[in-house]
């Protein structure tokens, strides 16, 4: 008798679909998750409707290292929590680009950078394994959950390579099949200017 469950494959488009429609229709309930995953104080300034809309694993802010003047790319911006706390950090000489693929996201975000009165942010459509950036065209990639979503993750990965002028991606907050042990967090973090994102630098770990 096989117990294994029946396996159900998409194609690479009907499961952007379904990411983008399901993501787009998503009815916040509560400050909870933003209350869970960012200090009180790092969000105070931030309207409710940016905060209900956290839907992050992690904050990737806290990890970043962000300086002023860096350029950041937000991968999967979603409502805009981590491109608004990164243009913060950044300064008025530096510049956070939020990248999404869901009209309904990015209309949502828009607005908020809008009340906040941001001149230091942009939000694009696009999708992750196909950036609409310049090749080395930014210092700082971070991404909160978003790259579990992606079908195609080695491709996903060459975009944020490619896209990075120091290739220097930080935070990438993804679930992976199994929680990575602190060792392996360790080693990952011991990589120079390295891709951190396969783990979520110290949080999530077992041992």
């Known amino acids: 008798m096989n117990d294994q469950p029946e396996s159900v494959g998409f194609s690479a488009e009907e499961a952007a679909r379904i990411v983008r429609e399901s993501y787009g229709a998503v009815v ?11 200090d009180p104080e790092e969000i105070a300034w931030l ?4 905060r209900a809309y956290a839907l992050g694993l992690g904050n990737p802010i806290r ?5 002023p003047g860096e350029i950041v790319l937000d991968v999967g911006s979603g409502a805009g929590i981590d491109t608004f706390l990164a243009a913060q950090k950044v300064g008025p000489s530096g510049r956070a680009i939020g990248l999404d693929m869901t009209p309904e996201m990015l209309e949502r975000a828009r607005a908020n950078q809008r009340d906040l009165g941001l001149t230091n942010v942009e ?7 196909q950036i609409p950036l ?3 065209s930014v210092d700082v990639i971070i991404s909160n959950g978003v790259i579990n979503l992606s079908t195609e993750k080695g491709q996903t990965f060459r975009e944020l390579v490619s896209r990075a002028q120091a290739r220097r991606a930080a935070g990438l907050f993804r679930f992976g099949r199994q929680r990575p042990t602190a060792a392996q967090c360790a080693r990952q973090r011991s990589r120079v200017r390295g891709l ?3 783990c979520p630098l110290g949080e999530r770990t077992h041992s």
Request: glycine share 12%; proline share 6%; net charge negative.
């Open 47 to 50: 309207p409710e409707s940016v």
């Open 196 to 198: 951190t994102g396969w």
């Open 134 to 136: 310049d090749d080395a």
């Open 63 to 67: 990890y970043a290292d962000l300086q």
């Open 28 to 38: 916040p309930k509560g400050m909870g998750v933003a209350e869970s995953l960012y």
């Open 123 to 129: 939000f694009r459509e696009g999708k992750m394994e």
